[in-house]
């Protein structure tokens, strides 16, 4: 089978588009992946030929006159004269602003692409806790025992609150692991199902939220204040959708 990082991140890590951290993450991922390995030379090799191709190549002086007399109708001032000059500039105006367009929508969805493929891991993560009944580093719900615990263990920060009264009671929590990186996980009960919030530090800007749902598990995705949050359950999406907003504001 294919390795699913080899394509929306993997052009995202050929471009120059991942973040420093994410970049070193996925040099880590190549060096035993064949599939990605592979799909990063091709990527290499191509741009490597269209460089030596040299496919543009000026036209003679003569082949130039040639066409501007078989033209005959076209000289030289009406092809710069001050209306056809504007209706150009218009013209190239629109299409850079379609190209930033397309550009801008690309880069999201590959921001997407990756972001679903690391929910993924996440959920794999939570429904393995769940079948081994290994749930908690520390059961407790008291908010000052779960962050110590916390702080003693990780060097960044992240809330850590009991919405018991909002239907929402904090359980206790535990340390993962995620693609070398130390990632901390609160469970909370909903009315019916437990659900996990996935926070690790991050360098990059704060992100509005992006949901998903895989294997019958919902995820709720976003950044803020420099952590990454992932909301994981297989509850009901409004549920998710209530516990996002406390956490948030």
């Known amino acids: 089978?294919?390795?699913?990082?080899?394509d929306a991140p993997l052009h995202c890590y050929f471009d120059g588009e991942l973040s420093d951290r994410r970049t070193a993450e996925y040099k880590r991922h190549?060096?035993?992946?064949?599939?990605?390995?592979?799909?990063?030379?091709?990527?290499?090799?191509?741009?490597?030929?269209?460089?030596?191709a040299h496919l543009y190549q000026r036209a003679p002086a003569a082949l130039t006159q040639e066409i501007r007399v078989d033209l005959g109708c076209v000289t030289s001032n009406a092809l710069w004269s001050p209306t056809l000059l504007w209706q150009w500039l218009a013209v190239?105006?629109?299409?850079?602003?379609?190209?930033?367009?397309?550009?801008?929508v690309s880069s999201e969805?590959?921001?997407?692409?990756?972001?679903?493929e690391l929910a993924g891991e996440i959920i794999d993560m939570h429904r393995q806790a769940l079948s081994q009944g290994q749930m908690t580093g520390i059961a407790s719900n008291n908010e000052q025992?779960?962050?110590q615990w916390f702080h003693d263990r990780l060097k960044f920060?992240?809330?850590?609150?009991n919405f018991a009264h909002e239907g929402f009671a904090l359980q206790g929590g535990r340390l993962d692991d995620i693609e070398g990186r130390s990632v901390a996980a609160l469970f909370y009960k909903g009315s019916a199902h437990l659900i996990n919030v996935f926070m690790w530090p991050t360098k990059d800007r704060d992100k509005p939220p992006h949901t998903g749902c895989l294997g019958g598990y919902q995820w709720i995705y976003w950044r803020k204040h420099k952590v990454e949050f992932c909301l994981v359950s297989d509850g009901?999406?409004?549920?998710?959708?209530?516990?996002?907003?406390l956490i948030a504001e």
Do not use: N, T, W
Request: hydrophobic share 45%; with cysteine; proline share 3%.
């Open 30 to 52: 190549l060096q035993h992946c064949v599939d990605c390995s592979v799909a990063l030379a091709e990527q290499e090799l191509f741009r490597h030929r269209l460089q030596l």
């Open 1 to 6: 089978m294919r390795c699913e990082l080899a």
């Open 92 to 104: 190239a105006g629109a299409l850079l602003l379609i190209m930033l367009a397309v550009s801008k």
């Open 157 to 161: 920060d992240f809330p850590v609150r």
């Open 145 to 147: 025992v779960v962050r």
């Open 236 to 245: 009901a999406p409004s549920e998710l959708e209530c516990l996002y907003r």
């Open 109 to 116: 969805l590959r921001s997407r692409g990756y972001e679903s």
